[in-house]
């Protein structure tokens, strides 16, 4: 009986993956980041009003020169966040908020960013360009 299903689970294991396969699951091929509740063209307001492009070079945006802190461009395909941590939505989310508590020696200072705001922001970083 315990051969039977060894062998079963062995011929059934590739047949599901097969089918999930053409679902979209199962791909070992990350799909674009997406940060939940973020707006992209908000994010953009918001980089504008928080004066990020003083330190950036920032795809979209007219930030020439900026040279202080890494260009963020193809953020959504960065594999760590302030060399630090993860790339992922949530800890891109919380770098914006308060760099310094992710990388104490971090030179990116604490902006006041809201929750809210760090989501808008991350969707548009993380946005192909
Ligand atoms: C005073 C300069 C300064 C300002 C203003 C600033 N940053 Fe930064 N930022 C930095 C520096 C320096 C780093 C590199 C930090 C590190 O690696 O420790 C950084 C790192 C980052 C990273 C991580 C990049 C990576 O590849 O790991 C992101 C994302 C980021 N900043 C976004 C922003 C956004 C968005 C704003 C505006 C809301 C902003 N920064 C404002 C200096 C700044």
């Not at 891109?92 to 809210?116: F, K, Y």
Request: hydrophobic residues 45%; aromatic residues 4%; charged residues 15%.
């Amino acid at each position: 009986m315990a051969k039977v299903s060894r062998v079963s689970i062995a011929f059934l294991l590739p047949v599901a993956c097969a089918a999930l396969l053409s679902l979209g699951a199962c791909s070992s091929e990350p799909g674009p980041m997406r940060i939940a509740g973020g707006d992209p063209q908000l994010g953009r307001e918001l980089i504008q009003r928080y004066g990020c492009v003083a330190c950036h070079a920032i795809p979209g945006l007219s930030s020439y020169g900026a040279n202080v802190g890494p260009p963020l461009h193809r953020m959504g395909e960065r594999a760590y966040v302030g060399g630090v941590i993860a790339n992922t939505p949530d800890n891109l989310v919380a770098w914006l908020q308060n760099p310094a508590a992710i990388d104490p020696r971090t030179a990116m200072p604490r902006l006041g960013i809201s929750e809210r705001e760090a989501r808008h922001i991350a969707a548009y970083l993380v946005k192909p360009h």
